[in-house]
């Protein structure tokens, strides 16, 4: 995997994509590229809260297919209110074709990814 230039993702950090299983990030530059110009177009932070999984994570280990997180297309991102729609709006602008909505107690996250092989697109879900 090439290291990345992260000075080309200004308002991410390579420390929020690592896996939290393993220290891994491996996030594609085409998924980077999208998610930064989602970023500023919406002028807000973005709190990531899963970028790259490892396949040895446990989220990723008790999958039957590879994940859109292991092939490193994919973060989920923290959003409260009216925003979770503004980022789904900028998402889609932005050629987001996978999307998942979770509400998980007090808190929700929208999972944003580009897809890869395996994965059935456009989708959108809720978990």
Same mark, same amino acid.
């Given at each position: 995997?090439?290291?990345?230039?992260?000075?080309?993702?200004?308002?991410?950090?390579?420390?929020?994509?690592?896996?939290?299983?393993?220290? @891994?990030?491996?996030?594609?530059?085409?998924? %980077?590229? #999208?998610?930064?110009? /989602?970023?500023? +177009?919406?002028?807000?932070?973005? !709190?990531?809260?899963?970028?790259?999984?490892?396949?040895?994570?446990?989220?990723?280990?008790? @999958?039957?297919?590879?994940?859109?997180?292991? %092939?490193? #297309?994919?973060?989920? /991102?923290?959003? +409260?209110?009216?925003?979770?729609? !503004?980022?789904?709006?900028?998402?889609?602008?932005?050629?987001?074709?996978?999307?998942?909505?979770?509400?998980?107690?007090?808190?929700?996250?929208?999972?944003?990814?580009?897809?890869?092989?395996?994965?059935?697109?456009?989708?959108?879900?809720?978990?």
């Amino acid at each position: 995997m090439p290291v990345l230039d992260w000075s080309k993702y200004p308002n991410f950090s390579e420390s929020e994509f690592r896996c939290r299983h393993t220290g @891994k990030c491996e996030m594609r530059p085409e998924f %980077l590229a #999208v998610l930064q110009a /989602i970023r500023t +177009e919406y002028g807000k932070p973005m !709190r990531i809260t899963s970028g790259y999984r490892d396949r040895t994570h446990p989220a990723e280990a008790r @999958k039957s297919t590879t994940g859109a997180h292991v %092939l490193g #297309v994919a973060a989920d /991102i923290a959003v +409260e209110g009216s925003d979770a729609l !503004r980022v789904v709006e900028l998402a889609l602008k932005h050629g987001i074709k996978r999307i998942g909505v979770q509400q998980k107690g007090g808190g929700r996250f929208i999972h944003l990814d580009i897809g890869g092989p395996g994965l059935p697109s456009p989708a959108m879900w809720s978990y």
